[in-house]
């Protein structure tokens, strides 16, 4: 079967994966790319990529947006994060310029336009969604600020509301919703669109986030976070648990940006707390080599690609229940799963892998093999071009 397939591409891996082996197989028609500058390429005769159009005046309006929101004093307290008047104006740009392909597979936000358009050509049409329904999103995410004590204007990852108006049209007028786990597909369920919607699990680099060689021998025992430090990651939960158990002999370390909601969590020795700051993805690696177990307490995940990252390193997790950590995760074997935003539950599944360190090393080599069964590149792109197939089949 003939069809051509033309895609919206975000910076993850298992993108630029699926991006090869379209151009492999020689139904790849045409490319939107958003780093380092908004692009549109065309594929030519030869089967090569050729740049159609470069917006770099994009990039800069982004970077000046997102910079003098953040930084203004009271800003962000005002007035909504500029997400919607970019979403706008990249989804404007990129219809204008999108090429006619048999199958447009967009990403959730910047899409409504060029859907419409590609609609026009007669194309088939998917909208890649990473998170949960975004009102299920935001429901756990107002949830999350409750928790922490913060007022929901101090959250950076609340989305305005019209930013949610906009991908719900998204949902509305794409053929297939695409989304990362069981838990994302069910918040789907009260939605007339429900019936769209297919789960795809996200992918991570096995080849690059390996186990370590050799046992971890340590009197430490590490426990590792890697992801913004916000209130919308349930982070203040795990620093609670943390510092509830006291533990000697102990370090808790979280990698990622501190969001200014959480500004208060900083080194503390006294409760064996650290923070790593940004981190490079060799600096991630390391970190979980010299780690015990990786926590990710987040309540609003679609599939975390940290979450996926820790376990290919070998590394048993503790994450939420009813979150994407439920397809990747079985309980007690390589990792443990607690209810959300319980700082108790969470607490003492830090503790029982603490008096447990000698089962951890088998938990983790269970990670690392799941990982293998069922989340890489490879399977990825299989479960994509399964898709795929299915749709340029119905349109015969």
Request: glycine share 6%; hydrophobic share 45%.
């Amino acid at each position: 079967m003939s069809f051509s397939v033309t895609v919206g591409l975000t910076e993850a891996l298992y993108h630029l994966n699926l991006l090869e082996a379209l151009q492999r197989d020689g139904i790849l028609r045409g490319l939107v790319r958003f780093s380092p500058d908004l692009e549109i390429l065309e594929s030519d005769a030869a089967g090569q990529l050729k740049l159609v159009r470069r917006f770099q005046s994009y990039r800069i309006a982004r970077r000046m947006a997102w910079g003098v929101w953040r930084r203004l004093p009271g800003l962000h307290e005002r007035t909504p994060a500029p997400v919607v008047g970019l979403s706008w104006a990249a989804d404007r740009l990129i219809s204008k310029w999108l090429p006619a392909s048999d199958i447009y597979h967009g990403i959730m936000g910047v899409s409504l336009r060029s859907l419409q358009r590609a609609k026009s050509f007669g194309a088939a049409t998917i909208v890649d969604n990473t998170t949960l329904h975004p009102i299920a999103c935001q429901h756990e995410l107002l949830a999350d600020c409750a928790g922490a004590g913060i007022r929901p204007s101090q959250c950076e990852s609340l989305l305005p509301r019209s930013q949610i108006r906009r991908q719900e049209q998204e949902f509305r007028i794409s053929d297939r919703i695409v989304v990362y786990s069981a838990a994302a597909q069910r918040s789907f369920e009260p939605f007339p669109y429900s019936h769209k919607v297919c789960v795809v699990h996200s992918a991570v680099d096995h080849r690059f986030f390996v186990p370590r060689s050799n046992a971890r021998d340590s009197r430490i025992f590490r426990v590792s976070y890697v992801g913004r430090i916000e209130a919308a990651k349930g982070v203040h939960n795990l620093v609670d648990a943390w510092k509830r158990l006291r533990l000697r002999d102990a370090e808790l370390v979280l990698a990622g940006r501190v969001m200014p909601e959480l500004s208060a969590v900083g080194d503390d020795a006294s409760t064996g707390i650290r923070l790593a700051g940004i981190v490079s993805a060799e600096q991630v690696a390391a970190l979980h080599h010299e780690s015990d177990v990786f926590a990710f307490p987040s309540a609003n995940e679609g599939l975390s690609m940290a979450l996926l990252e820790a376990m290919s390193s070998g590394l048993p997790a503790i994450a939420i229940r009813d979150t994407g950590a439920d397809d990747c995760i079985t309980e007690g074997i390589n990792g443990l799963l607690v209810p959300k935003r319980n700082v108790e539950a969470l607490s003492e599944a830090l503790l029982w892998c603490r008096d447990h360190r000698d089962q951890l090393r088998a938990m983790g080599f269970a990670a690392r093999t799941r990982i293998e069964q069922q989340f890489t590149f490879g399977h990825y792109t299989q479960r994509v071009m399964q898709v795929y197939r299915s749709m340029a089949e119905s349109r015969t």
